[in-house]
């Protein structure tokens, strides 16, 4: 397969939540504190998420992968909500880490996988006459 504009998109959201992140750790005013940093992270990861997971056509998220990416989700949103709840920093670090690692593993994913065939549309047979 190759890259379309659902990894554009997602690798958008994902540039913002490292523009974020990186906003924190050099602690600007506004991203100074862990709440807001999560706050931010969860809505760019969700963001990311949600544009990826939307493509048309593209490869099923099932299997082994697909429980795998539900676990790594599950963990970050998390992670994020202790940042918000709590105010945590490492739950801060976690969030952005397992954004970025979901965001890497997909684009790989979708850059190498083989699509499914197009389902074949099923013909009609005509009605035979009742005699």
Same mark, same amino acid.
């Given at each position: ?5 659902y ?6 959201? =994902?540039?913002?939540a490292?523009a ?12 100074a ?10 809505? =760019?990861?969700? #963001?990311?998420?949600a544009?990826n997971?939307s493509r048309?056509?593209g ?5 082994t992968?697909?429980?795998?990416a #539900?676990?790594?989700?599950?963990l ?7 940042g918000v ?13 397992v954004?970025?690692?979901?965001? #890497?593993?997909a /684009? /790989?994913?979708?850059?190498?996988a083989?699509a ?16």
């Open positions: 397969m190759r890259l379309t504009r990894d554009a998109a997602a690798t958008l959201a =994902t540039a913002a490292a974020v992140f990186a906003g924190h750790v050099q602690e600007y005013a506004f991203l504190g862990p709440r807001v940093t999560a706050g931010l992270l969860l809505v =760019t990861g969700l #963001a990311a998420c544009v997971g048309p056509g490869v099923p998220t099932t299997g992968y697909g429980r795998i #539900a676990g790594a989700g599950i970050a949103m998390l992670l994020g909500l202790g709840i709590l105010g945590i920093e490492w739950a801060v670090t976690g969030t952005f880490a954004t970025v690692l979901m965001w #890497a593993v /684009t /790989t994913r979708n850059a190498f083989v499914p065939p197009p389902p074949v549309a099923r013909r009609e047979r005509p009605l035979e006459r009742v005699r």
